[in-house]
């Protein structure tokens, strides 16, 4: 199966925001609580438009097969803020590849220090397989599980 990568643009921001509310069941402690609403709002059509808008983001989707398969997001150049891939196209590799396509991307525009990502349980082993290693135990805030990772510079 064939990834095209390609610059997200603001007519992207539904189809993205479905994709991550979808796959919100890995991450959300109970998503019947009221407590997820405000996250839930981070991710909603308008918030992922304005993040696509924003010069501290650099968002780019992954299409296979003329669907939307995963997205990718960095915010300020070091931390990776999204990486998902739909379940129909997980397992292909398609997230190192979504993955290796932002690194570069922020490399090229000067990040020096490393990259950060908040990990979801779930995508734990995938990080770890990129090479991030976890900075602290997993936290539990506004409804949502993570673990706080990082790769250092010096393994870039």
């Not at 990834?3 to 997200?8: E, F, K, M, N, S």
């Not at 650099?58 to 097969?65: A, L, N």
Request: charged share 15%.
């Amino acid at each position: 199966m064939d990834l095209h990568i390609r610059p997200a643009q603001a007519d992207d921001a539904p189809a993205i925001s479905r994709l991550v509310q979808g796959l919100s069941h890995h991450f959300l402690l109970d998503p019947e609580q009221a407590a997820t609403a405000p996250f839930l709002q981070t991710v909603s059509p308008a918030a992922i438009a304005g993040y696509i808008a924003s010069d501290a983001f650099d968002y780019s989707v992954g299409e296979c097969q003329g669907q939307l398969a995963g997205v990718v997001a960095v915010r300020d150049g070091q931390h990776l803020f999204h990486l998902f891939v739909d379940t129909a196209f997980q397992r292909k590799g398609f997230a190192a590849r979504l993955w290796v396509h932002a690194q570069q991307r922020a490399l090229a525009r000067g990040n020096t220090q490393g990259f950060t990502v908040n990990s979801t349980p779930f995508a734990l082993p995938v990080y770890q397989r990129l090479g991030f290693v976890a900075t602290g135990p997993e936290v539990h805030t506004r409804g949502i599980a993570y673990v706080p990772m990082r790769l250092p510079a010096q393994v870039l």
